[in-house]
DNA sequence: GCGTTCCTGCGAATGGATTATCAGAATGGG
DNA sequence: CCCATTCTGATAATCCATTCGCAGGAACGC
């Protein structure tokens, strides 16, 4: 009771597991599914168990360094927040999503009388480069 | 045994219940949720139950007269198949998903090297018209 | 109408993702 | 180094969407 959390804190103490859940996010890239953390994130912490992933992505969302991705046909992702307006790159080869810079004007698109735009989403489909190189060996995520 | 399911046939029997939902989609006009097609179609089949819903649903997919759609925190979503290319609009007010004529140039979005692009899913959010018009008044759907 | 066969509604069952529980392990201020 | 407190891993529990199983109801060729 001596202690509260705070934003940046990433919770209070500072373990294994936690540095290496946010390493691994550090080091990808790229959005990431809580299963491709957990992967990802065995290899520096062995034994790492999903509800603990589960645990420290909902606070570093609370906190504002991961944000919420979602992905149709990929559900849940989780980035790294904070990056400027970007869209996504969906391998349908090996399964995994990208963040691609920029973006085209979704503007140029009418929308129906009285119908009014906030934001929009685009994501591309196709293959990665890894996955155009050797299209028999789909890609196993790395970092 | 004897009669056998063909594409078109939407099963083999011309029920009440099939004949609603079918006339769901068509006066509709938008992608809808196994929800949406059960609330609307229980008007003109009352007593109409979700698996029935999930049934219909699946042979209209099998038979290629309902289109999958997946819209970014909307879910699962189907439309009439057919329509030419096209992109959604999603209202944050009411919940509701509405297709849009046209398409922009997402080739004007540089992908890394080595990456191709083979499709595309674009979604707008904002409010729809009739949100705009009554702020209040959620929009409940309606055909 | 008749009967066969298919279809429907209900509720139970399933499957996958996420969360809760809890005992034991780890952290870190003193 | 000590110990209160927080974390973690394993597992059970929960949630939600979808499917299954079955008994009764409806469709339609004859």
């Given at each position: 009771?001596?202690?509260?959390?705070?934003?940046?804190?990433?919770?209070?103490?500072?373990?294994?597991?936690?540095?290496?859940?946010?390493?691994?996010?550090?080091?990808c890239e790229r959005p990431l599914t809580t299963e491709?953390?957990?992967?990802e994130a065995q290899r520096e912490s062995t034994g790492l168990g999903i509800a603990t992933?589960?645990?420290?992505?909902?606070?570093?969302?609370?906190?504002?360094?991961?944000?919420?991705?979602?992905?149709?046909?990929?559900?849940?992702?989780?980035?790294?927040?904070?990056?400027?307006?970007?869209?996504?790159?969906?391998?349908?080869?090996?399964?995994?999503?990208?963040?691609?810079?920029?973006?085209?004007?979704?503007?140029?698109?009418?929308?129906?009388?009285?119908?009014?735009?906030?934001?929009?989403?685009?994501?591309?489909?196709?293959?990665?480069?890894?996955?155009?190189?050797?299209?028999?060996?789909?890609?196993?995520?790395?970092?």
């Amino acid at each position: 009771m001596s202690h509260k959390s705070e934003i940046g804190t990433y919770g209070i103490r500072d373990t294994r597991q936690k540095r290496a859940i946010r390493q691994v996010f550090e080091r990808c890239e790229r959005p990431l599914t809580t299963e491709e953390v957990l992967v990802e994130a065995q290899r520096e912490s062995t034994g790492l168990g999903i509800a603990t992933v589960y645990r420290a992505v909902k606070t570093l969302v609370d906190e504002g360094w991961l944000a919420h991705v979602e992905v149709p046909g990929r559900g849940t992702l989780y980035e790294v927040a904070g990056k400027e307006h970007h869209h996504h790159f969906d391998c349908s080869a090996c399964g995994r999503v990208f963040e691609l810079e920029g973006c085209v004007q979704p503007a140029a698109l009418p929308l129906p009388r009285g119908f009014r735009a906030a934001s929009h989403e685009l994501t591309i489909v196709g293959t990665c480069a890894e996955c155009n190189r050797k299209p028999d060996a789909r890609a196993r995520v790395r970092g």
